[in-house]
């Protein structure tokens, strides 16, 4: 069992409706005195509707995944699992990171071999017309 405790909508969050079939929406009203319940809109602007005051029905939506970066640490091969690993920072649009690995086969690691060598080449190549 989780130990977070219950998703709280804010003013502008997305949410997602679990009572609308996932139907994710941004919330334009708190439940309060002149409000009953939570109000969410589509984010292109379409047409309210209400989820429980309580927010039982809410769920959060993640921020989308803008990029990933390696990280500054070293690549390892597991033999007996047959894949290499490199650690990774994965980039949200929210402004928000995570730690990661990007877990590669041996046919994956030789691919990524081939291109990174290739934009080494591109770059050597695009530094001596440079000069």
């Known amino acids: 069992m989780g130990t ?16 609308r ?3 994710i929406g941004i919330v334009v009203t708190l439940p309060g005195p002149d409000a009953p319940t939570y109000h969410l809109r589509t984010p292109d602007g379409g047409a ?13 939506v993640p921020a989308e995944v803008t990029h990933v970066t ?3 640490r070293d690549a390892v091969y ?4 047959q894949q290499g690993a490199l650690p ?3 980039h949200y649009e ?11 086969t041996p046919a994956q690691l030789e691919v990524y071999h081939l291109q990174l060598s290739r934009i080494i080449e591109l ?5 001596g017309a440079d000069r």
């Open 70 to 72: 390696p990280m500054k």
């Open 21 to 23: 079939d996932g139907r």
């Open 123 to 127: 770059r050597d190549m695009a530094c």
């Open 4 to 19: 977070a405790g219950p998703y709280v909508p804010r003013l502008g969050d997305l949410a997602q409706d679990t009572a």
């Open 78 to 81: 597991d033999h007996r699992a």
């Open 88 to 90: 990774v920072l994965v």
């Open 94 to 104: 929210d402004g928000n990171t995570s730690d990661s690995v990007l877990v590669m």
């Open 48 to 60: 309210e509707w209400s989820a429980p005051a309580d927010g039982t029905s809410l769920r959060p």
